[in-house]
């Protein structure tokens, strides 16, 4: 691994801040939906000579970028972001000078809905037919039928175990049974929220949680309420890939959430993890690949997603960052590049797998149904982690 995989959306010292910060963007009126965009060609013409990126760790690697800019002759310039919510605060407007952005799931709504980017014409990039149905246009990057992001790459949450120390569990509920005190790990990300409601969601249905990312405040308590009662069978919080990996291999945990990744590299460390499919389902964070409401390089931005959408590059930025393509095409190219790397990040499932994950979207107060305008926002579930927490 080249870096450590991190999806925290937050700091301790900066709660705080994020939170207001959280709260005038979420209050701000939906702006830019349905319009449409100059950051949108009718055509890809030649490229404009330079491509301003802001990009997630790993996501602007130089196996990737090169041949882009050697074909394209467009210059990338990358800046990169620690947070979906450092993200966020740089894309206001546009961002300042910001061609293209690679957004997590949780930060996706918050950008569109702010009007920070731009519609795609998903016509204008040729290898979007071939993505998986589940990924042409997720509720984390499409609204009302229009594309503000092209997905990238994903990851589920997988209910993770060491084989030695855990009969094989059947459902998340292992994770919260206080036989495993001391013994679990989850990560320390609010949207940790989302994988306690869905267990709720079928373990307390008088709840009615339909959407674990849609949680009013009654049903929040619920889940709040929950993560507390985990709180003291949790041997750490992890905030990156490296340190779940570094619980499992010392003993420290022998049950969590994790990733594929962590599976796969402590499997190389002859810890004898597994992975089972709970009953309840799982959640999984989908990246996307946005374009700035205010690009100044639209040609390359374009040849950009449509480079990043073609399933030799989708393979191998999946092999270096440790991840899942959306391309159903990207499979034999993963495995030119890393021997059984498809099977080991399930990127030859079938679509049902893909279709029985809840991937991240950004927290509304608009529940999106009847309740209307009832629901926590994202900033809600900031306060509520760092309590659980603290």
């Known amino acids: 691994m080249r870096y450590q995989h991190s999806r925290s959306g937050l700091s301790r010292r900066g709660a705080t801040l994020l939170v207001a910060l959280a709260v005038a963007a979420l209050c701000a009126p939906a702006i830019g939906l349905g319009r449409s965009s100059a950051a949108t060609p009718p055509s890809i013409g030649k490229g404009e000579g330079s491509l301003s990126m802001l990009a997630m760790p790993g996501y602007a690697d130089r196996s990737v970028v090169g041949p882009f800019q050697r074909n394209t002759g467009c210059k990338v310039a990358v800046q990169y972001t620690s947070s979906s919510d450092e993200l966020t605060t740089l894309m206001r407007g546009g961002g300042a000078g910001i061609d293209v952005v690679s957004s997590s799931g949780d930060a996706s709504l ?30 984390t990057n499409t609204v009302r039928g229009k ?22 569990p059947a459902s998340w509920a292992v994770l919260y049974a206080p036989r495993n005190r001391g013994k679990v790990t989850v990560p320390d990300n609010p949207m940790f929220i989302a994988d306690a409601a869905l267990y709720l969601s079928k373990a307390k249905p008088a709840l009615r949680i339909t959407d674990p990312y849609e949680l009013d405040q009654a049903q929040l308590a619920a889940v709040v309420r929950l993560l ?9 919080y992890w905030p990156t890939a ?21 599976q796969t590299e402590l499997k190389k460390m002859k810890v004898p993890v597994k992975a089972a499919a709970p009953r309840e389902g799982m959640t999984g964070w989908l990246d996307s690949w946005m374009v700035s409401k205010t690009a100044k390089h639209p040609n390359c931005a374009y040849r950009w997603l449509r ?16 991840a899942t393509p959306v391309n159903r095409l990207a499979c034999p190219f993963m495995d030119k590049l890393a021997a059984n790397s498809c099977a080991s990040y399930r990127a030859d499932a079938p679509g049902r797998y893909y279709r029985a994950i809840t991937f991240w979207k950004t927290p509304l107060i608009d529940c999106g149904d009847s309740r209307g305008r009832t629901c926590v926002p994202y900033s809600g579930w900031v306060s509520a982690w760092t309590q659980v927490t603290s």
């Open 228 to 236: 507390k009662a985990q709180r003291s069978l949790v041997a750490s």
């Open 307 to 322: 480079y990043v959408a073609s399933p030799s590059v989708q393979a191998r930025q999946a092999v270096f960052y440790g």
């Open 147 to 168: 594309h503000y992001g092209l997905s990238a790459q994903f990851a589920p949450s997988l209910l993770l175990y060491n084989a030695g120390k855990v009969r094989r």
């Open 110 to 139: 918050r950008i569109i809905r702010d009007g920070d980017v731009a519609e795609l014409d998903v016509r204008l990039i040729p290898s979007w037919k071939d993505f998986y149905a589940a990924f042409r246009s997720p509720p």
């Open 242 to 262: 490296t340190d779940e990996i570094a619980s499992f291999k010392s003993g420290a945990a022998v049950v969590g959430a994790a990733w594929p990744y962590q």
